[in-house]
């Protein structure tokens, strides 16, 4: 364990233990779980069985880690079709915890968790803190929103754990965060990329210079930023700017976090198997070859996932860390394979703006989906090209027109759109299908 | 009475208008007078146009989005209170003014103004009732400006 403690940032804590797992132990530990939770799901989720029925596999042909290859792969569609309740592999008496998120087409996907998986839970995420090198006397002030959405109670369970002072401003508000974070003397923050560059300019505008302030490290996820935007918020904040990597579907945030070294996030191996796959053929990849990223639970009770198609397109990094930790690490992601993006942490597919232009407008209008990066906020513009049945004469039926749309967008999805509207043909159209989305912010970069 | 109006949607944007123009000019069409109703973002083109069937179609065909109204054309007279007497006829009837644009007829003393009432026809009857004359389509493209 002697290069646990040469960790040179010093972010060592024994709760951080199986982040160091000398590596046979820890693929053994691994296959033992592996081999747990498939015959769990096999025995206790009938969709599983009928996949793995299905393809003549059962769950004794898992002998090593590298036979999770022979497993199906489970997609959000499987999520999805079950609704509520269908991957479930614990009685709801053993529920404790229910979160969900929104779907395309409005039906969102359910994820539980017994008291087990809490503690687990708790663990990654007091893990994710401890790697960024926050400890009990930091003051944590958690502006992921709480709620259905995994990401503020996730992150609130983490810090309690830790020992840390919570402070639960959940997202919004922006003049109160900022209030809170001077005057009670915050040193961490957690939140979306964007909306702590927002925080950093509304601060700016009312004359407070965030580097006068005790934040000294900010833990950023729920969406993809870049390395521009890192450098951005550390030399406006004065801070670390980490990121943190997480999903509903296995667990919420605490799936994988930066340590102090800044150089890919570390998965928590001991609950989350990684794979990393061809995106077409669904061959698994070689380690340091990029492609998407599949994650099997080690751990869950509730809600065991075999092989999720996380859609997130990643490598994982074969070398050993400088900061000891033997758990692997994966890069950035980069971008998604499917059509879903993330505009200020929520995850939006284009479906669900096409389910909301047709609630105000009978007849689906072609249209097109620009992300930009504002001052540091993510802006999603909607631009419908008009047709003649919604053409009126009057300036005032265009804009209330404007605003059906708009509202439309903004009860489907949660977030608001600035809703143009644009004349015929002047979408691009590549071979009779439109490209939906169209995404500056990587080279806005801010 | 009623005239047919034909309305082009147009987006703001430098060249916008002149494609529309210029796509009527090549098909021969003459515009009798046009309006431009404009925001930040987008604007209306609307005009009063003899074949506006012709209009239309070569705009449609062209890839733009038409809309035709029914508006009425008034004759009023060129002098104070020409205007307000007749929106106190439309007003006494409950009827209510969408947008009106006018173009002066240079042979006499009289302006045209075109209206796009909110109900045309009880417009129509109201002011025809008062002896507010109405130009018929016909009337208006034999004007010398036409």
């Known amino acids: 364990m002697s290069v646990c403690w040469n960790d040179k940032a010093g972010t060592f804590h024994p709760d951080s233990a199986a982040d160091y797992l000398p590596l046979r132990q820890l693929r053994c530990l691994q296959l033992q779980r592996l081999q747990a939770v498939v015959k769990r799901a096999y025995e206790r989720v009938e969709h599983f069985r009928q996949r793995l029925d299905s393809v003549g596999v059962k769950p004794e042909d898992i002998r090593e880690l590298e036979d999770v290859r022979f497993l199906p792969f489970t997609d959000k569609n499987d999520l999805r079709d079950t609704y509520p309740y269908g991957l479930f592999a614990s009685p709801m008496s053993d529920i404790v915890r229910l979160h969900a998120s929104s779907g395309t087409t409005g039906k969102p996907i359910v994820v539980g968790y017994t008291q087990q998986d809490m503690e687990v839970w708790k663990n990654v995420m007091k893990r994710t803190f401890l790697s960024v090198g926050l400890h009990q006397n930091d003051i944590i002030q958690n502006a992921f929103g709480y709620g259905l959405f995994t990401g503020g109670l996730g992150a609130h369970y983490g810090a309690e754990a830790l020992g840390a002072t919570v402070v639960p401003t959940s997202g919004g508000n922006t003049d109160r965060q900022i209030m809170v974070m001077r005057d009670f003397g915050v040193t961490a923050m957690c939140a979306t990329p964007s909306y702590f560059v927002h925080i950093i300019e509304t601060a700016e505008d009312m004359g407070l210079d965030l580097r006068s302030l005790p934040l000294r490290v900010g833990v950023f996820g729920a969406e993809p930023w870049t390395e521009p935007m890192r450098h951005y918020i550390e030399e406006k904040a004065g801070i670390k700017a980490y990121d943190i990597y997480g999903l509903s579907e296995i667990i919420g945030p605490g799936v994988a976090t930066e340590c102090v070294v800044q150089d890919g996030l570390h998965i928590h191996e001991d609950h989350f198997l990684a794979e990393i796959v061809d995106p077409v053929t669904g061959e698994v990849l070689p380690d340091g070859e990029e492609g998407e990223l599949v994650l099997t639970t080690l751990s869950k009770e509730a809600m065991p996932i075999i092989r999720y198609r996380t859609h997130d397109i990643t490598r994982l990094i074969p070398e050993t860390c400088p900061c000891g930790r033997t758990i692997r690490r994966m890069a950035r992601v980069s971008r998604r394979t499917d059509d879903m993006f993330i505009v200020r942490g929520v995850n939006v597919f284009p479906a669900q703006i096409e389910a909301a232009l047709l609630r105000a407008e009978r007849n689906l209008p072609h249209y097109q989906i620009i992300l930009s990066r504002k001052g540091g906020l993510d802006q999603m513009e909607v631009q419908v090209e008009v047709t003649k049945e919604m053409l009126g004469d009057t300036i005032s039926e265009l804009e209330n027109l404007q605003k059906r749309f708009a509202k439309a967008i903004e009860d489907v999805v949660g977030i608001r759109a600035v809703v143009t509207l644009v004349e015929p043909q002047s979408i691009a159209r590549s071979q009779g299908k439109a490209k939906r989305v169209i995404d500056t912010r990587k080279e806005d970069q801010l | ?146």
């Open chain 2, 1 to 146: 009475m009623k005239l047919k109006q034909v309305s082009v949607f147009l987006e703001n944007k430098t060249g916008r208008l002149s494609s529309v123009i210029r796509t009527l000019a090549d098909a021969g069409i003459n515009i009798t007078t046009l309006t431009l109703a404009d925001t930040q973002q987008f604007g209306i083109l609307r005009m009063i146009i003899n074949d506006w069937e012709k209009a239309k179609r070569v705009l449609e065909e062209a890839g733009a989005v038409v809309k035709v109204t029914d508006v009425l054309a008034l004759e009023v007279e060129d002098r104070p209170g020409g205007l307000a007497e007749i929106l106190d006829i439309v007003h006494s009837v409950g009827v209510g003014v969408e947008y009106m644009y006018a173009f002066t007829v240079k042979a006499n003393e009289h302006a045209v103004l075109i209206f796009r009432f909110d109900d045309v026809d009880k417009a129509i009857e109201a002011l025809c009732t008062n002896g507010v004359h109405l130009i018929s389509p016909a009337q208006l493209f034999q004007s010398p400006c036409s």
